[in-house]
């Protein structure tokens, strides 16, 4: 396989670094600071096995910053050989359905759609790089194995290994029976499907064991609204408009999708849209074609983040990672099948080329937003106005930078977005102890141990300007 497709191979790993050996130096950002940096527990070898579920994430930690120390370099640099492992696993999977012609093809829009970059520049997003590619490479050697074993068990090992990234990997057994009943019809047996059920439905079931302790957590720690979201029948509509919006033309990427207000109308329009999208992938199933299958992969792979709870954004780009694929496949389909045409070659080619191109250059004008945390949170200024926890980050860059003025404002607006939100009150009262406030500061930290009586950040510099303002005898 290698020796045979070396040039396409070549040319994905040239891609591959060109776009992402750029971001190798960039910062930790986020949720990077909370689980790595200020993380001395990875370190810990007993830090790796303390919960099964996750052994393999926690593993690369450790070995990583045991053999290089906490810097964002050796991270990222798995991520993008992760991400390149995913595009040549786009490849061997497309040109064993249709053809390589289309599989290279696909296999560049893998690796350079903008879609794609949380999952590989944010170090705490690749999770969900890991897990897209041990499932791609899980369906292909389930697709080779027929009556060998051999290659079936490996499938079944990388099915496993990508669980412990992530539970959302459970998809795959919807993923092989949809492959199962349209395309390979005749394979026979079905009890090599048992083990991939069997898998899926004890990290499903040990996952919402701790469902309520996750729905605390995120109400305590980061003052989440938590509540019963609208309907699945609400919510895809709007996710899946979105996701298939930013697949196209991907020009407002931002880690906070917050601007999901819909009309009346504008909802009946997204609805429509996922109707037709569930009717063509329906009728095209039924009649056995390849397109239903990849069509399908889209609403499968991302069935895990359209449960009713409020445990994950409506629309996130790290979540369509892998849900994503089987419409780049498409895409790519239809691109080659267009250009094949005698009348329309040279035109089919040259929008072939510069829809690449333009993906390509969008991603690495997006890899700049990444550079650091000062960088993201006025990317996401534009296109995240609504977004509370972007507020609270781009007060504390202005309190950072001494606009204590600006970084007022945006703790405000942040509270007022999300009236519990603790985290921006402390960072409120902080301002206005630079700002000689004291008695303002005085108030919003009580708001903020109010709301979160865990902040002991608050209660120490409350009880600090108290006793201030007592030597001062005020």
């Known amino acids: 396989m290698i020796k045979e497709n070396r040039w396409q191979i070549i040319g994905l790993i040239g891609l591959a670094l060109m776009i992402y050996l750029p971001t190798l130096n960039h910062q930790f950002i986020a949720d990077d600071i909370f689980g790595i940096v200020n993380n001395p527990e990875i370190f810990k070898w007993g830090h790796v096995w303390q919960n099964p579920l996750v052994v393999l994430n926690r593993l690369e930690y450790w070995l990583i910053v045991n053999t ?12 993008i050989l992760v991400h390149l492992m995913t595009a040549i696993g786009g490849f061997v999977l497309t040109e064993k359905l249709i053809n390589k012609t289309v599989a290279t093809v696909a296999a560049v829009l893998i690796i350079v759609h903008p879609l794609m970059i949380e999952s590989v520049t944010w170090i705490s997003g690749n999770g969900y790089s890991w897990y897209g590619m041990l499932l791609v490479w899980s369906l292909i050697f389930y697709l080779r194995a027929g009556k060998n074993w051999q290659q079936w068990l490996i499938s079944v090992g990388l099915f496993l290994a990508a669980l412990e990234f992530s539970e959302k990997a459970a998809v795959l057994p919807g993923i092989l029976l949809v492959y199962r009943l349209a395309i390979d019809r005749k394979r026979g047996q079905w009890w090599d499907l048992a083990p991939y059920v069997f898998l899926s439905g004890l990290w499903l079931w040990l996952n919402l064991m701790g469902v309520g302790a996750r729905l605390n957590y995120l109400q305590t720690e980061y003052n989440s609204n938590i509540s019963i979201k609208p309907t699945i029948f609400v919510q895809m509509p709007v996710a899946l408009t979105n996701y298939l919006g930013l697949m196209v033309w991907p020009d407002k990427l931002t880690l906070y999708h917050s601007e999901l207000d819909v009309t009346k109308s504008k909802f009946i329009f997204m609805a429509g849209i996922t109707m037709v999208y569930f009717l063509i992938t329906g009728w095209c199933l039924l009649k056995g074609l390849r397109a239903g299958f990849f069509m399908s992969w889209l609403i499968i792979g991302l069935s895990p983040t359209l449960i009713p709870l409020g445990v994950a954004w409506i629309v996130a780009e790290r979540y369509v990672y892998f849900a994503s694929i089987g419409i780049y496949i498409l895409i790519a389909w239809g691109l080659v099948s267009w250009s094949q045409k005698q009348e329309e070659i040279k035109i089919g080619w040259a929008v072939t080329v510069i829809i690449i191109i333009s993906f390509l250059i969008r991603t690495m004008v997006r890899n700049q937003d990444w550079q650091d945390q000062d960088h993201l949170w ?17 007060g504390d860059l202005y309190g950072r930078r001494g606009d204590f003025n600006l970084s007022e404002r945006h703790f405000k607006q942040a509270i007022e977005l999300n009236p519990n939100y603790a985290d921006a009150m402390h960072n409120l009262a902080n301002i206005y102890v630079r700002l000689g406030q004291l008695e303002e500061a005085i108030k919003w930290y009580e708001s903020a141990l109010k709301n979160k009586p865990s902040l002991w950040q608050s209660e120490q510099q409350l009880k600090a300007v108290k006793d201030y303002l007592q030597t001062q005898g005020q």
């Open 68 to 79: 290089f120390g906490v810097i964002p370099w050796p991270f990222r640099l798995v991520n």
């Open 378 to 394: 006025l990317a996401a200024e534009r296109t995240s106005p609504s977004s509370s926890q972007n507020h609270n980050n781009l």
